[in-house]
């Protein structure tokens, strides 16, 4: 056997090969950890939250401290609340639909692609891929998209963005290698195709030449121009969504319901429910650092009242091992979850069980509000990114008597400690 001795040009192709293949493991790591975050709320409200959190909250974390870069901790639609605009329901509902099909059509588009595989098919040129070269990125872009409206918090869109340009990367990685493969029968295919979107059926493109790899500056200017557009539209999609809140003001407290309806009822309630002794007690102090008290008005029985506040150990959802039962509810069912208390399902008569219904009951869970050297002059203050956020206390009440039925202080942090939660 005689050994073969690589010349400087084989050497110089293996290099690119590997170079190559490292480039593209080393993308779709990346596309992994932009998914990972993005599943956040999954893993948030299961058993494994404790463990993701040991490693995933430092960062959070660091990211609080620095004014520069809190607002990557911040989110930019309602999550806890419904809101009383149209167009934030509608994308709320965008969200589910967006990552349902993305979903779908990614496996779709996988058991071709396999399929294809196996039967030695050749590139897979039907279906969706008759209309466009890479559906797969398209609808992972898609479910990204929805996830991110799902859990919409701006590290997210950050992400989402890194991983959009990513998807590009690979995909002029992907032809310049089928062309390096089929030669022209993939030139043509790339000619009647669009690359992401369908190609008008007037704009046919001569047959095209091999991609030229992306130099730096082009590179970093589709990635910028990302970066803008995602964060950019975030940005205004919060400050749309704090004008958009069910909140008002009761004397000194402000006060946010998690849907419209409740307004007017905790205004009335609000109002007794301050002349409390215990209540007055606990608010003496919490306004003389120039900041201010934000009430949540939820259902005795409100579902994620454990971002608001740690209110006992039956609101951290990640006890609870029902997982799967809640996000398949939260994905297909937009806003029921938010609701849930304010019907009468257990009430079917007055007396007694009507008064103990957990539907004539209200939690207001009562939250210390303050920035670091400026005062907070509106209740749009209290939603505000540079702010510190301190639980002080929860109240029981019956909404009809607007009988006080416990007074409880809160530990500092949500219920899950220091992670930085949704505000509405």
Known sequence: MTATIPTKQTWRRDQRTDGGAGRRLAARGAIVLSFVVALEIVIMISPFALFFYAVFNPVLLALDRSPATRWLTAFFLPHMVISPDPALSAIRVLGSVAFIVGAVVFLACAVQVYAGKLLRTGPATRGLYAVIRHPQYVALAVSGFGLAILWPRFLTLVLLAVMLFLYYLLARDEERRMLARFGDGYRVF????????????WNRAPLPESPRPLDTFRGLAILAALL????????????YTVRHLPVGSVGPVDVITITPEDLKAAREVLSDVLNDPAVAARLGTARDHGGRVLAYFVPIDYTMQGMIADTGEEWKLFARHTTVRMITDYVLHPVAHLAEGHGHPGAVGHGAAMHESPALKRRIIFVDVSAHGRTLESPAD???????????FFVDVHLHTKEVLAVRDTPSGSGWGTVPTPVF
């Open 190 to 201: 790339m000619a009647r195709t669009g690359m992401f979107f369908p190609r008008l059926p």
């Open 228 to 239: 803008v557009i995602s964060v950019g539209a975030g940005f205004v999609a919060r400050a």
């Open 382 to 392: 209290d939603f505000a990114m540079d702010v510190t956020r301190r639980p002080l």
